[in-house]
């Protein structure tokens, strides 16, 4: 009988719904949802409640409570995977981090749900069923951590929340998905070429705090809210949202010029990279001549988890680091 290691987070999947109906995450413990779950296969469940929390509450440290769990876990011999449950906002996110920060063959499965479970047409159940079968399945290994989300395995790196409140949430636009589960089997189409993460102690946090902040770019913007986080002593990195293939407003170059701290260019569309195609003021060409680093393909979101990692494991390589 294989074990798998269940950490509950909260969010939407660990809800309650209250008599006028609104949803109040992070209330039921892992235990809790198991119960009402109907265990795939001869799996023996090990269960911990990391943090009952909205997604939108968990925070960086949160962020590495929840790896030294799934660290600890991995390291034992009759763990065979770890899925963590949490809050479809920040999920990405939280899959992202544990990608960069977590190093194993075994299987790290990220799940959560659109509706809590209380709701007609939850998808919570189903979502941590596959996510369990996913766990026990050998052929998950070596993917790195991976969002798996009405029956599709995505890679944390590229998955992105695609719909507010649809249980078809996430996507992972012009990349795919790693494969399906259907009929409680795991059906594998493609895996990653290459895996990126750092090699770190168990219980490994940073020493000082990062504050990363991301700027969207967009016609008519003024350059007031990126003059102000450049020029305030708490900010360690920006990211910029850029449009195409990563040009900014003209009014921005003079502070971005003028800064002391790291700054990632990306784009707001949902496929391609950021490159230097153009030639003029506030260009990807012109930011490149200014020490911005390309952001190739990353969301921002996914931009600014990458540059937290960097900075809070003593990387400082970082045009090198986001061309990976």
Same mark, same amino acid.
Do not use: A, C, G
């Given at each position: 009988m294989q074990t798998i290691c269940l950490l509950a987070t909260g969010g939407t999947i660990a809800s309650k719904q209250t008599k006028e109906g609104r949803l109040v995450a992070g209330e039921l413990s892992g235990e809790e949802l198991v119960n009402?779950?109907?265990?795939?296969?001869? %799996?023996?469940?090990? %269960? #911990?409640?990391?943090?009952?929390?909205?997604? %939108?509450?968990?925070?960086? +440290? #949160?962020?590495?409570? %929840?790896r030294k769990k799934v660290v600890e876990n991995l390291r034992a011999k009759d763990i065979s995977g770890v899925v963590v449950t949490t809050g479809t906002d920040t999920l990405e996110e939280v899959a992202y981090f544990l990608d960069l920060t977590v190093q194993t063959s075994k299987p790290v499965i990220v799940t959560g749900s659109q509706r809590g479970p209380e709701q007609v047409g939850s998808d919570a159940f189903v979502n941590l069923r596959n996510a369990l079968i996913a766990a026990a399945d050998e052929r998950v290994k070596d993917l790195g951590t991976v969002v798996i989300f009405n029956e599709r395995i995505f890679s944390a790196k590229y998955v992105r929340k695609e719909h507010a409140s649809n249980i078809q949430g996430f996507n992972a636009f012009g990349y795919g998905y790693f494969g399906i589960i259907d009929n409680d089997q795991v059906h594998l189409f493609q895996k990653p070429i290459t895996k990126e993460a750092y090699v770190l102690d168990d219980d490994y946090k940073p020493s000082k705090s990062y504050e990363i902040e991301i700027v969207k770019v967009h016609l008519g913007a003024t350059n007031?809210?990126? +003059?102000?986080?450049?020029?305030? +002593?708490r900010t360690s990195a920006v990211i910029l949202e850029g449009v195409g293939r990563g040009q900014v407003p003209k009014n921005f170059m003079p502070s971005i010029r003028e800064a002391k701290i790291p700054i990632v260019v990306t784009t707001s569309a949902v496929e391609g990279e950021v490159y230097p195609s153009y030639e003029y003021e506030g260009s990807t060409y012109d930011l490149l001549n200014h020490d911005v680093i390309l952001g190739k393909d990353y969301s921002s979101k996914k931009a600014k988890?990458?540059?937290y990692v960097l900075l809070a494991t003593g990387q400082d390589s970082f045009q090198q680091a986001f061309e990976r």
């Open positions: 009402s779950l109907n265990t795939p296969f001869d %799996i023996h469940l090990k %269960i #911990d409640s990391v943090l009952s929390k909205p997604s %939108i509450h968990i925070m960086y +440290e #949160d962020l590495w409570d %929840i007031r809210l990126l +003059e102000f986080v450049l020029q305030d +002593e988890i990458k540059m």
